[in-house]
């Protein structure tokens, strides 16, 4: 695939900060940066609490602020840092520029109102349209996420969908202004896995037919290695490796992305034990002076408990490491 290089969406040193009335905290999101291209898939990789979701939702001005707060970086989008505009600019941007899948559909649709008011409403926020437009649109976003028969689910409340539908309803909400970028925020979790592959299918299909970028937030690395261009991985709030996928899968530089690939399990790899990576994830509010992944790492040296690593930039990948595996 060839990436046009101007990003469409530039995260550059992003900080999210929890703080207090008094301005006392910490941040749980350090210097990130990620950039999004044209037409491509990046995936971002991490187990769970490690930033990925709250710098996406960041993206949209989704954070619950107060107590989170954008303490430091940019995040651009045509010309514009989405973090210096008003509510109303936002409003304008978010669901018609940039548009998110949520995690949990069940969660996320408003069970007050079916499927095509949800639907309707998103379009005449973003359009000025009449309803019977809305609502050609709205069954049309239906049809491309892959729902057979869409004028019945259009009448119908998000409790009387299944997991798999309420998805791919998230999908249709997201898609029905056609925005230039879309997040999808762990789409596949608690389907089962034909579900998965279908929803991940259609999604591939509407990323190449309309041209958008797509932003996937994962853990699942077979996801990754089957949908996505490039992949950034994040470990206590930062990034600690970025590249494309087949390089970093390949040879992983980081030792907790290295740490990551021998957890997966592998037909006919000879042994029925895992690798599991020992210790455990630090706070936010308790992170070493050091590399935080130091004291889980088995490559660790005396520079890496003294001095923070910073994100060495390579031909390829990027990593953040003292010691970077071979």
Do not use: W
Not at 39 to 65: D, F, P, R
Not at 246 to 262: F, I, K, R, S, W
Request: glycine share 8%.
């Amino acid at each position: 695939m060839t990436v046009e290089n101007t990003p469409l969406l530039d995260v550059r040193n992003l900080s999210i900060g929890l703080r207090d009335r008094d301005g006392v905290g910490y941040d749980i999101v350090r210097d990130v940066s990620i950039s999004l291209y044209p037409n491509e898939t990046l995936a971002v990789v991490g187990e769970s609490g490690c930033g990925k979701s709250l710098t996406a939702l960041s993206m949209l001005s989704l954070i619950a602020s107060p107590p989170l707060f954008i303490t430091g970086g940019s995040i651009m989008f045509g010309g514009h840092d989405l973090t210096k505009l008003s509510a109303s600019e936002m409003r304008a941007i978010r669901g018609a520029e940039i548009a998110m899948v949520f995690q949990d559909p069940m969660s996320a649709l408003d069970p007050m109102f079916t499927v095509g008011t949800l639907l309707t409403s998103a379009v005449k926020a973003h359009q000025k349209v009449k309803s019977a437009v809305a609502k050609e649109i709205s069954l049309a976003a239906l049809a491309d996420a892959g729902i057979e028969d869409p004028k019945r689910r259009f009448d119908e409340y998000p409790f009387q969908l299944s997991g798999g539908i309420s998805q791919r309803v998230m999908i249709a909400l997201a898609l029905v202004n056609n925005p230039k970028v879309l997040i999808a925020d762990e789409p596949t979790t608690a389907l089962d896995v034909t579900v998965q592959a279908q929803i991940l299918e259609r999604l591939k299909e509407l990323k190449s037919e309309r041209g958008m970028a797509l932003m996937l937030i994962t853990h699942n690395l077979g996801v990754v290695a089957s949908v996505a261009d490039r992949m950034v991985v994040m470990y206590t709030g930062e990034v600690v490796e970025s590249g494309p996928v087949a390089e970093v899968l390949a040879a992983p530089h980081h030792p907790y992305t290295n740490g990551l690939l021998g957890a997966v399990p592998r037909l006919n790899s000879g042994t029925t034990e895992l690798t599991s990576i020992p210790g455990r994830v630090p706070q936010p509010y308790e992170l070493p002076v050091g590399c935080t992944f130091a004291d889980r790492c088995d490559r660790s040296i005396d520079i890496c408990t003294v001095k923070h690593p910073v994100l060495e930039l390579g031909t390829r990948t990027d990593v953040r490491c003292h010691n970077p595996v071979d």
